[in-house]
């Protein structure tokens, strides 16, 4: 006849027992006071929405702040070409701010970076456009750049 082993008991009085009780009320002090927080914060919220603002926005506000810089672009630039496909916006935000790159420094770096992330592996991209040209190709690294390139009256570059 084979032996049985013999394997530690979990029981009240087994020495695992009181481990388990120990984990076991931990994570009902940690429920409880996830619960506290919970009630914390719909008490703020409705102290906002007494306050007057809009509670959407700030849940909103909150999942943006929660995310990566990164994160929260990528999301954004999705939102608008969403918006834009469904009609929902009445001008993609990079085609504003293209028209405006010859009056407004900041639209014409804002078009640059969009732009130098599209810039393929072996190849340029040429944006002429509102008295400007500019040449965006990758360096012999990978790192997208970009130059002014200055044009003669007869649209040669120089």
Excluded at 38 to 45: G, H, L, P, V
Excluded at 84 to 100: C, D, N, S
Excluded at 101 to 118: G, I, W
Aim: glycine residues 8%; hydrophobic residues 40%; charged residues 35%.
């Amino acid at each position: 006849m084979a032996k049985k082993k013999k394997t530690a008991g979990t029981g009240h009085n087994s020495a695992p027992g009181p481990q388990l009780i120990g984990l076991i009320e931990r994570i009902e002090r940690t429920r409880e006071e996830k619960k506290v927080c919970a009630e914390d914060e719909a008490s703020i919220f409705a102290e906002a929405k007494a306050m007057g603002f809009d509670t959407k926005a700030i849940r909103r506000r909150l999942t943006e702040r929660a995310m990566k810089p990164n994160e929260r672009e990528e999301m954004e630039a999705i939102d608008d070409v969403y918006r834009h496909a469904i009609g929902m916006a009445k001008e993609l935000p990079l085609f504003k701010a293209v028209g405006t790159m010859n009056v407004d420094t900041a639209a014409r770096e804002s078009v640059v970076a969009a732009l130098l992330q599209l810039v393929p592996t072996n190849g340029e991209i040429h944006l002429v456009g509102g008295g400007l040209k500019i040449r965006m190709w990758r360096d012999e690294d990978g790192e997208a750049r970009s130059e002014e390139l200055l044009f003669q009256s007869n649209d040669q570059p120089i």
